[in-house]
Every structure is written in structure tokens, then in C-alpha cells.
């Protein structure tokens, strides 16, 4: 079992639509991070909140809006996505180690199959 | 800036056989991190394994060996008597410390191996 829970499993909108993405975790992590993969490729960098504040943006369009509104909710609100934008996307979190200069490893959740239309 | 390079897009072997999974990268950096991520058709990327570069002992997690060799930026992973479920996409991936790459650590990976554990 995952220790990272997104939701939905797979999602299907037209390029109108407003749907969100949600991840979970209860781990204590305090960085949280969304990833998007296309099929055989590996995972693409998009968002990274560290400590509830957007500390990465990748250059995603802003078609795709994150939200991290506690420590253990992470959000990624989709509107006017193009058919390019169908993919799987991938949270995960990891623990912030200030004291230390450790990184420690993200755990990845099971991923949310995007299909637009 | 880093790159990391999987030059085996795919690869098979028969179970309970051992396997080798290539990766080099480049950097610049003196310390730094590197992971082995695996993915099965079940879309979950899972963590095998990690090595971190001031370490000169080749992590190992059960059947799962790693030959870090730190001046020629290889890191391939070994896996020991396969299993049916190893099979999976497996990702190499690069990390800076956490001083040098802020709050976070951002993953660099590679283009991923393709294995395949035949019975």
C-alpha cells in the first residue's frame, strides 16, 4: 500500500473543463512535489512546495494551478487543458531535513491517469 | 548542469538469473545522491535503492546491489536471483545535497530500462 494516496485513479474532461488532482499523505513530509509522465518516459518535474510555500515552478503553463492548502493535502487544479496534457501524474513528499544536508528519498504515490478529450 | 544517461532502453532475463542496469551522469558536484527507482506496469514508482556519493561502500537492499563507481559517475544496479516481479521500468536518478539545491532536492532522471524477467 501506497503511504502517498491520490485521487482520482484515472480522469477524463474535455478541454473546457475545471477538474482537480488531490494527494495526500500522513507521513510528516514537509515537501510535496507533482510530477507529470508521459507513457515510457521518465517523470517531469512540474511544482515543489517546501513547507506549504511553491518553492519550484517548473515553467508549467497556467492551465495547471497547484495548491497546497495544509502540510498533507496537495492539489493540482486543471482548466483549458490541451489533448498534450494527457498523461499520468505522479505526488509524492519527502521529509525536509534543515539540520542536516541530507536529502531524503520522495515516495511517490500511485499516480492519476489523465485522458483530455 | 546534471544528466543522467540509461543507455539500455531494454532489457530480459530468466528468472533466477542475476541482471545489470547501467547508468552514468554528469556533474560537477563533489556530494551529492543517487537513487534507483523502479516502476511496474501498477504505475507506482517505488524506491530501491540509494547511495550517497561521500559513502564509498556500494549500497545493497536484499537482492539489490549497487557498483557505485564515483570518478568514472557510474551506478549501475545489480539485481540477484530475479523475480517475475522485477519486472518494471527502472529509473536512475541524481540529487544535490539539500544546501546546494535549496530547500528540496529536485530528481534528475534518466530515459529508463525497460527489464523484462522471463520464467
Known amino acids: 500500500d501506497t503511504e502517498v494516496t491520490q485521487t482520482p485513479k484515472h480522469l477524463v474532461m474535455g478541454m473546457t473543463n475545471k477538474k482537480s488532482l488531490k494527494c495526500e499523505q500522513h507521513?510528516?513530509?514537509?515537501?510535496m512535489y507533482w510530477y507529470k509522465q508521459k507513457a515510457k518516459k521518465p517523470p517531469e518535474l512540474m511544482f515543489v512546495?517546501?513547507?506549504?510555500?511553491?518553492?519550484i515552478n517548473e515553467s508549467v503553463p497556467s492551465r495547471f494551478s497547484p495548491e497546497c492548502p495544509n502540510s498533507s493535502l496537495l492539489n493540482l487544479h486543471l482548466h483549458a487543458l490541451q489533448p498534450e496534457d494527457s498523461a499520468l501524474y505522479l505526488c509524492a513528499s519527502s521529509q525536509i531535513l534543515r539540520d542536516r544536508d541530507t536529502n531524503q528519498p520522495q515516495h511517490f504515490g500511485d499516480g492519476t491517469r489523465l485522458s483530455i478529450l | 548542469a546534471q544528466t543522467v544517461t540509461q543507455s539500455q532502453p531494454e532489457m530480459s532475463v530468466q528468472e533466477a538469473e542475476t541482471v545489470t542496469l547501467s547508468c552514468t551522469y554528469d556533474?560537477?558536484?563533489?556530494?551529492?545522491?543517487l537513487f534507483w527507482y523502479k516502476q511496474p506496469p501498477s504505475r507506482q514508482m517505488i524506491l530501491v535503492i540509494r547511495?550517497?556519493?561521500?559513502?564509498?561502500q556500494n549500497a545493497t537492499e536484499n537482492r539489490f546491489s549497487v557498483n557505485f563507481q564515483k570518478a568514472a559517475k557510474s551506478f549501475s544496479l545489480k539485481i540477484s536471483d530475479s523475480q517475475l516481479g522485477d519486472t518494471a521500468m527502472y529509473f536512475c536518478?541524481?540529487?544535490?545535497?539539500?544546501?546546494?539545491?535549496?530547500?528540496?532536492?529536485?530528481?534528475?532522471f534518466g530515459q529508463g530500462t525497460t527489464l523484462q524477467v522471463k520464467p
Open positions: 536518478a541524481f540529487m544535490k545535497p539539500l544546501l546546494l539545491s535549496g530547500n528540496t532536492g529536485k530528481l534528475i
Open positions: 512546495y517546501s513547507y506549504e510555500k511553491l518553492s
Open positions: 507521513m510528516g513530509h514537509r515537501a
Open positions: 556533474t560537477s558536484e563533489n556530494n551529492y545522491y
Open positions: 547511495q550517497e556519493a561521500y559513502k564509498q
